[in-house]
């Protein structure tokens, strides 16, 4: 079991952490502002359908 914390230093681990949290954070972000446009325009369901299956692809 000791092997697996070894592997990785502590700092890879947080970094690593910090890079899912900064990208999971932009992904929403980006979400949450499409919807927000499309709502202004009418094509809000069929715009947040397209960006949903854009940030499956990330």
Same mark, same amino acid.
């Given at each position: 079991? &000791?092997?697996? %914390?070894?592997?990785? #230093? #502590?700092?890879?681990?947080?970094?690593? /952490?910090?890079?899912?949290?900064?990208?999971?954070? &932009? @992904? &929403?972000?980006?979400?949450? @502002? +499409? %919807? =927000?446009?499309?709502? &202004?325009? /009418?094509?809000? %369901?069929? %715009?947040?359908?397209?960006?949903?299956?854009? +940030?499956? @692809? =990330?």
């Amino acid at each position: 079991m &000791k092997a697996l %914390f070894i592997e990785l #230093p #502590p700092f890879e681990l947080y970094r690593q /952490n910090y890079l899912a949290i900064q990208i999971e954070a &932009k @992904v &929403k972000e980006v979400v949450c @502002v +499409s %919807f =927000i446009i499309g709502m &202004k325009s /009418n094509y809000s %369901f069929g %715009f947040l359908r397209y960006m949903t299956k854009m +940030s499956g @692809v =990330i």
